[in-house]
């Protein structure tokens, strides 16, 4: 098994949350253009704070992208830091445009449609994978990426169920988004650790 592919629960942490930011920013990006001058410019510094954020992520992403298991963990730090700084410009967006149900809507659909894309894209990858694994641990690969599945409609129906709940707070979405990512990321390191062992 070679570097490059045991740094791909790595990557795909990354990519998860990157495609998560994206998701996000499009959304808010879709409802500012009808809010007044004031809300709207304070939405805009909240957008350009997302942005830089979005943008500094996926630099790092692209320098290390050659990079060794080792370099990734470490960078891994600073993924994590300019994710914080997302997550605080969701929070100034939102302040920025008022308490609006539709923009909590809004903001939990793009993120929760972007986590359901990357179970769904991890578990169409490792299905594609578990054909090619021709070991005595192919079993403990797919009891690995069976439990994915699992976990992955799991976290789906529970997104789904928060959907379209109006009354649900903002920070029982924010909760329920992270449990699914962090579910996704245990599923995830669970199944490339199986297939590193099936290799």
Known sequence: MNEHSKMHVYIDWAKERL????????????G????NADVRKKADNALREIRNARDAFRQKMIDEKDT???AWAKVKTSLEADWR??????????Q???????QHEAAFKARADAQQKAWHDATSNFDKIVTKVASAR????????????????????????????????WSAL???????????DRADHAVHAAFRRAA
Do not use: W
Not at 96 to 101: H, I, L, P, S, T
Not at 141 to 164: I, P, V, W
């Open 96 to 102: 920025a445009v008022g308490q609006e149900v539709e």
């Open 19 to 30: 495609d998560e930011i994206d998701a996000t920013l499009a959304s808010f990006e879709a």
């Open 85 to 94: 700084t997302f997550e605080a410009g969701i929070e100034t967006y939102l």
């Open 174 to 184: 924010k909760a329920a988004l992270a449990e699914s990512r962090a579910a996704f």
């Open 68 to 70: 060794t298991e080792a």
């Open 138 to 169: 192919k079993a403990e690969f797919e009891t690995a990426l069976k439990k994915m599945k699992s976990d992955a409609a799991a976290a789906s129906a529970n997104l789904e169920r928060l959907r379209g709940a109006r009354d649900t707070s």
């Open 32 to 35: 500012i253009a009808h809010r």
